[in-house]
């Protein structure tokens, strides 16, 4: 299983994601994971078109290497374009290069290669496969072999593939020896849809799981019903859902991101809550959050919303 702690920095913010941060934000961000005792950093070529892997990579270049996990992706390759527009892909930056899906074995020993170079640290400890939907055959026959490759090297410690659904995950851990998946909002107070077959799969096979998404994009982020549901906007009877789980959210004095971030560490597959922030200030109210006791008597409670 992956020893890591139990809340990560999920680091597509900091790559500028939806809105442009300065270095100096961005950086204050991972020294305020730090400082609240977050050790696990994800990130990713994807985000912000290696901007967030540079940035995470000069915040821990004076950390302890023993200390902390780092995760990155492969799957999408950084080839250089002129540099005119705007990037197309939710991130505020300027479009210097564009993404090129490639599971080829060539492919991730290169992306691996050039995330080294971006991050300035001498190693990596978990590599994900980055959401292969569409590319199966190539993940499964070409992406994996080269990880398990790299990790029986001791180039990499662990293999996984990071995805937003759960049915394909499920096959990689049925056919590979995956180390962990991370699995993006498909395990929250709003979507247990990886809960009946995945998760009992995981724990049965002895594959970490790391959960993302928990907010569902924002839903659950704050007490008062703003944010979107999976990235588009929440159907009435979605929201009118919401309102209950808030209301008994209430009657326990709880708020619902503080239930939503405890929420999936209850199942003994999940090992780790990743959560994306953009400021010092949200990661502390987070992890404020986060450390904040919760009755038992919740979820019970909880639960009677789900299966109404």
Not at 8 to 30: S, Y
Not at 219 to 246: F, M
Not at 281 to 308: C, F, G
């Amino acid at each position: 299983m992956l020893d890591v702690t139990r809340y990560g920095l999920g680091c597509a913010p900091i790559g500028n994601l939806f809105t442009a941060l300065t270095d100096e934000t961005a950086r204050a961000a991972v020294d305020a994971a730090w400082e609240t005792g977050i050790r696990l950093y994800d990130t990713a070529p994807h985000y912000g078109l290696g901007l967030s892997e540079r940035r995470i990579g000069e915040a821990l270049r004076h950390r302890p290497r023993s200390e902390f996990t780092l995760s990155t992706k492969v799957g999408r390759l950084l080839v250089p374009a002129d540099g005119t527009g705007r990037d197309d892909q939710g991130f505020d930056i300027p479009a210097t290069h564009t993404r090129v899906w490639d599971f080829s074995a060539d492919g991730v020993r290169r992306s691996l290669t050039e995330s080294l170079e971006r991050l300035g640290l001498d190693s990596i400890d978990v590599a994900l496969i980055h959401d292969p939907d569409h590319h199966w055959k190539e993940a499964i026959g070409e992406a994996f072999p080269a990880l398990a490759e790299l990790r029986a090297q001791g180039v990499i410690k662990s293999v996984g593939v990071g995805m937003n659904q759960w049915p394909m995950l499920a096959d990689f851990v049925r056919e590979t020896d995956v180390d962990t998946i991370m699995l993006a909002g498909r395990y929250t107070l709003l979507d247990q849809s990886a809960a009946a077959e995945l998760l009992p799969l995981c724990l049965e096979r002895g594959v970490s799981v790391v959960a993302a998404g928990v907010f569902n994009s924002g839903i659950l982020a704050t007490h008062d019903l703003k944010g979107t549901y999976n990235y588009v906007p929440a159907s009435p009877e979605l929201l009118d859902r919401v309102r209950r789980l808030a209301h008994i959210c209430e009657e326990h004095g709880v708020t619902l991101p503080q239930a939503a971030l405890a929420f999936p560490l209850r199942h003994p597959a999940i090992s780790s809550v990743v959560m994306g922030m953009r400021s010092a200030d949200e990661v502390r109210q987070n992890m404020a959050l986060a450390a904040s006791s919760i009755p038992e008597a919740l979820w019970d409670d909880l639960a009677e919303v789900e299966h109404d």
